[in-house]
């Protein structure tokens, strides 16, 4: 499934790259600025009005929880993927109350479930700061100058925030290429209305997971609040009352996490050789302590669930991605690509002074990357992520106390004052910690230090003092205050002093190790990220010169828009319809009979004989996306609701890196799937009228 | 369980270790003609006779699957585990007729199956060859002398076994302080009597593996045959009619695989940093992938399934042993011991001269073997072990028409003349392979390659010679004919041309590597190993000198006796008794209601109420074993079986490195709960009788 930030690659696919980066039909991950109005009207004769892109841009939310949606109804209705609001449901749930496994309808707007910690984000409007951030860092060294950036882009949000009230935020684009700024309309007040159970949410489970055909109702209703009533927006999408059919033009709007397309090939190579193996082996190695975990009850398993999946999902991109980078075709079309923009470069004097070292530079960046990758990656990167949520709260009540009396500015890019509500919202949820579960992934990440570096490496004996991971993890998570919402808030809203006076243990590892960690931080921004922005806005520029502005940048968890057609496809001998239906969950579920995974809700199996079969359920379509686009609505040209993204097929892992509409394929619930499911299998005919309401006016 | 060479190590246990390397009570895997009769004397007034210590030692089998076991009737019965078994019961099996799920009993003789690819080794007599071993490699540098040595070791094998018809080896003991000559009758038609389903054979599966209370039948029947009729020995164990109680004296005789207890503190520091790392890595990775394999239907999971048993084994005693080696205290305990041998070597000027140097050696060793550790896993160490089966096929034909015009002392240790017959066995073996099964390992281990060195090394580029590891995967195993037992026989039995002229892609795989391995495998052999011996010689030497020769070497999987009593312990407020009964088992079965490993099969929920509940099943003692020991039998005073080992807690998993016995057991079937499930679960008289039959008499 789509999780954000969970990117991908994937083998063996017929590749149709583009030669020289020009767009295939279908490709791209548009920024509603500069959207494909040309390739829509020549391809599908469809024409883009500002009305319909208004209406689609703020139907669309962010999920902070990692996700996409879109408001359905006049009143603030919020469909998304059960798998988008899994880690709400987690929250909400105990062993009494397991609402991933039972699911949840609330009769009433009463019944409704407050999610803690979540909110919403509405893209509003967009502007192109590029220049004044570009402004900031002129004549400076590389280092320098991204430090300079990084300052401006703080500076800018500050500034937007305060003139707009608005939650600001400035995106870096093209790896560099372009700075705009995205000022979002944020809701924090969410609620839960409905989530079928994780049986038929997740049907299949990991085995099924990036397959198709596919029988999930991947989907999930929850509502925006204003003032503490439903909110009334201005725009929502209406749910098509007839679907698709084969070969029906389809829109995504939705937040793609991160794609990889514009990479040089060295820093492709490095992810190759570096990046990705360690993420496998990082995932790989933690989806069998938290398997070991979850074995030892039915309760240990619930708290385990949630991590379990989103590590499952992840290792299933991760070995894409990486069977896709060592598919010799896809670096070959890289290679190929890359060599010919360089040699146009290369003949014109000017253009190569200006822009022509880019690529070298990107590759002893990489080898600066390379040096230090397993060091950065034992501490937890930038945010020194010790595998705990426990420990999380102390880096950030450390940092917190480090950054707060610096200017906005001068701070760590998180602490910026734009920014710091999100930190408080993190630092005070209520949602449940288990001390079990969280002295598991410490020793889990102290351990995996020790399996890095070695034991005798500084940053690891300073982490252990002088015990085992076992012990010292124990150590600090029992013996912390910090499981106490109030004694986090206590101590954020702690004087100086006070908090220096602080001995709770898990404050004190990482004060033993913050040192460290914001060497290693800095010694990436600075000759890692900060080189790699300079080069690649010089390689942007380049591209932008010998191919135009119609090329889109790489996904970076804002707005896009995604085009393409409803569409089958061929597996080897297999030809693969786009449609499945709901008969087919039931012949499945008789074909793995006894399977955990395959076992029907009791609510479907009852049903079994009255339902419609032929009711469609998912689809696929040529649509181009990528982690973070769960959640999605899949849009008609009318603007109307005909699905809802949750997947994409094996095929499309590639995608990180590059498109193609060969086998890759959108994995959707069919509208109508989710609309036959709400009457026919859960009765739930409050959020059924709601939908249907909007449609009966027009 | 304790599979062969599946080692291990273990955190947070108080350590009772002993200071300066004198064995601490009950402590030891002693050697058959060294064994610890003044301490069973001074502490259980027991005298070992040279009769009791014959029977016992021509009693006891080694079996080549990796595992011990007892000849436990006249008629060559023999007892080992489920577990150690669970191949054999793999190759047994097919689609139709899963005898791992459904256990197996031969109403008659005439009904036992023959077990292919299986042999047993009965050790017949111990020499001390380490004068002439060593004169070999008098006055020769380290690399030139582990040759010589390696030579000396192969010939003396291969006078041996023509001097005397059996299987002959030199055993390296002391790593390196004394070689002995073991000769051993050999046994290859066994076939199969009995075994339990394997719901209760591994009853609690891989979350109660390693712990205790626990119910497992983990037992199975084999019996010997020689010249078609069932096997005659003169030594066999005799059957406890009584059992034991708390406190009493039992002994362990089996082979356990291997320790690491006299390494250096360097040689532990290289195994906590670089290879136990590596090896989680690699069996974390591995076990991810069989589980994806087995999701894919339930014959996938029937074929992946033993593969998988085997990889958590081995995972949870790694990441014990790596929890071992980072607990500070049995690190500085082994510190402490060293820096006191070394004290009192350094205080006399002639034993530093000799000795001295020898901790150096070690660590200069180490350093070398750290920096090829990954270039030398990656291809898969002295074997060229490349995930697949069918692949290892391909290695043993490549390496078998290189080695075998050479003479026997200049071969590749494992094609010595003595050792080809299981070459043979496992080339001709008729298993069945799975095509689909093949490709996903080899596709594993190609890509594990460039995980692990970056895909650009010459290694890697040459094992995928631009393909991606899918699809060289692919290429080689489909494309390959040596599924087939009689193209491996052909290739085998071929010239040299004609070998020369085979191009099945997998054989041309293998040639294409085989340079770079070898070339490996000679540094490591040189560089590592080789000095390695020579220095443990010097140490070992030490060790006698100083500790007197009342020390037992590290497991070296040859046969071994152990002692200690039945006994429970102490885990933090729990009171672990030593015992567990019938009754506990389906008291389990209803606490963990509804998961899989804790279901009971029909044939026991079956005779629930007229089964005797109080019927002893699994019990602890305090005999010091590790893998290799599974399906040793344990015994009493009187030579008389009264349990069967199959597993150690995870207190015990330190013991690759220190025993103690403060909380580490055993773990073994009580004789009575055998018999017991015999006569009550499975009526299967036949065998209750064989067992029962030769007490009459006495």
Not at 51 to 61: G, N, T
Request: a negative charge.
């Amino acid at each position: 499934m789509l999780r954000t930030f969970t990117l991908a690659g994937a083998a063996g696919a017929v590749l149709a790259l583009s030669s020289f980066a020009r767009p295939t039909p279908d490709e791209g991950m548009w920024l509603f600025n500069n959207a494909p109005a040309r390739q829509l009207e020549e391809r599908y004769g469809f024409e883009m009005t500002p009305a319909w892109s208004e209406l689609v841009q703020k139907s669309c939310v962010r999920i902070s929880v990692g996700g996409s949606g879109s408001i359905v109804s006049p009143n603030g209705l919020v469909m998304t993927n059960h798998h988008v609001a899994s880690d709400l449901l987690e929250r909400l749930s105990s062993a009494d109350r397991n609402l991933l496994e039972r699911g949840f309808f609330a009769a009433s707007t009463e019944e409704e479930l407050v999610c803690p910690d979540v909110h919403m984000d509405v893209l509003w409007s967009i502007t192109d700061v590029t220049a004044e951030v570009d402004t900031s860092a002129a004549g400076l060294d590389a280092a320098a100058a991204g430090t300079a950036r990084r300052k401006a882009m703080t500076a800018i949000e500050d500034s937007a925030k305060e003139r707009s009230g608005m939650h600001a935020e400035v995106v870096t684009l093209y790896q560099g290429g372009r700075y705009h700024l995205y000022l979002y309309k944020r809701f924090d007040d969410i609620r839960l209305v409905f989530a079928p159970e994780k049986a038929i949410a997740f049907y299949g489970g990991d085995n099924d997971n990036f397959e198709f055909p596919r029988y999930c109702l991947d989907v999930t209703f929850l509502r925006i609040y204003e003032g503490g009533n439903p909110y009334q927006p201005e725009h929502y999408l209406r749910w098509s009352e007839n679907g698709t059919k084969e070969g029906d033009l389809v829109f995504v709007a939705g937040h793609p996490g991160s794609t990889q397309r514009l990479n040089t090939v060295a820093h492709l190579e490095y992810l190759r050789d570096h990046s990705v193996p360690f993420a496998m082996h990082r995932l790989m190695r933690l989806e069998v302590l938290l398997n070991i975990f979850s074995g030892k009850s039915a309760e240990h398993r619930r708290i385990a669930e949630g991590d379990l999946f989103s590590v499952q999902n992840s290792r299933k991109v991760y070995v894409g991605r990486m069977a896709g980078l060592l598919d010799p075709a896809v670096m070959e079309a890289k290679r190929v690509e890359e060599s010919r923009l360089r040699a146009v470069i290369a003949g014109n004097p000017e253009w190569q002074e200006q822009w022509g070292g880019a690529w070298y530079e990107i590759a002893v960046a990489q080898q600066t990357a390379a040096n230090m990758a397993r060091r950065y990656s034992a501490i937890g990167g930038s945010a020194m992520g010790l595998g705990s949520e426990l420990a999380a709260y102390a880096t950030m009540l450390v940092r917190l106390h480090e950054e707060r009396p610096k200017t906005s500015t001068e701070r760590l890019r998180e602490f910026g004052e734009g920014s710091l509500p999100q930190i408080f919202q993190r630092l005070y949820s209520p949602a449940p910690l288990y001390p079990e579960f969280e002295v598991m992934r410490l020793e889990s990440a102290l351990s995996l230090m020790a399996e890095l570096l070695g034991a005798d490496d500084e940053l690891v004996a300073t982490a252990l003092a002088g015990k085992s991971p076992r012990a010292r993890a124990e150590e600090c998570v029992l013996g912390s205050k910090l499981m106490d919402v109030a004694e986090r808030r206590r101590l954020a809203e702690a004087s100086a002093d006070e908090f220096a006076a602080s001995d709770d243990p898990l404050i004190e590892l990482v004060r033993s190790l913050d040192p460290m960690a914001r060497a290693l931080r800095t010694k990436y921004e600075d000759e890692v990220q900060s080189v790699e922005r300079a080069a690649y806005a010089k390689i942007s520029a380049a591209r932008f010169a010998v191919l135009g502005e119609m090329v889109y940048p790489d996904a970076t968890f804002t707005l896009r828009l995604s085009y393409g057609a409803v569409a089958g496809y061929q597996d080897g001998d297999r030809s693969i319809p786009p449609y499945t239906v709901f008969a087919g969950v039931f012949a499945k579920a008789a074909e793995r009979k006894g399977e955990d995974w395959y076992t029907l809700p009791a609510s479907w199996t009852k049903v079994a004989d009255s339902i419609n079969g032929q009711t469609p359920f998912n689809f696929v379509s040529t649509n181009d996306i990528i982690g973070g686009n769960s959640g999605s609505p899949v849009i008609d040209r009318k603007g109307e609701v005909v699905g809802l993204i949750f997947d994409g097929n094996i095929q499309s892992l590639i995608g990180n890196y590059a498109f193609s509409d060969v086998q890759a394929r959108s994995v959707s619930v069919d509208a109508r799937g989710i609309m036959g499911a709400l009457e026919q299998v859960y009765g739930a005919d409050r959020i059924v009228n709601e939908l249907r309401a909007p449609n009966t006016p027009r």
